[in-house]
Nanobody, 122 residues
Framework: QVQLEESGGGLVQAGSSLQLSCLRGGNTFGTYWMAWFRQAPGQEREFEASINWSSSTTRYADSVKGRFSITRDNAKAMVYLHLNNLKPEDTAVYYC???????????????WGQGTQVTVSS
């Protein structure tokens, strides 16, 4: 099993940056894909970014490509989401997720964190 815990959210001004962190606990042996999702008020949870175990492959939703960057540090059991040039529409709860499949990690991940709130003011 895998346990995930997000941190780093907060209230920021439009145009600023944040770094979200996700700590992975439990099973440290599986080569899991990791992903970030977000859920804005009144909207569905949506995929934003994913990364494979070796960091050789990353994928992004069109809405954040060029502004967000996903990285990971397996030695620290951490995955990060760097949010740049934030906009009010980026306001959402951001969730960390994990799965062994590159497809399932973007759709129905096996493991979820509890989420961290990001609020962007104009």
């Amino acid at each position: 099993q895998v346990q995930l815990e997000e941190s780093g959210g907060g209230l920021v001004q439009a145009g600023s940056s944040l770094q979200l962190s996700c700590l992975r606990g439990g099973n440290t042996f599986g080569t899991y894909w990791m992903a970030w999702f977000r859920q804005a008020p009144g909207q569905e949870r949506e995929f934003e970014a994913s990364i494979n175990w070796s960091s050789s492959t990353t994928r992004y939703a069109d809405s954040v490509k060029g502004r967000f960057s996903i990285t990971r540090d397996n030695a620290k059991a951490m995955v990060y989401l760097h949010l740049n040039n934030l906009k009010p529409e980026d306001t959402a709860v951001y969730y960390c997720a994990a799965d062994l499949s590159p497809e399932f990690v973007r759709t129905t991940p096996s493991y979820w964190g509890q989420g961290t709130q990001v609020t962007v003011s104009s």
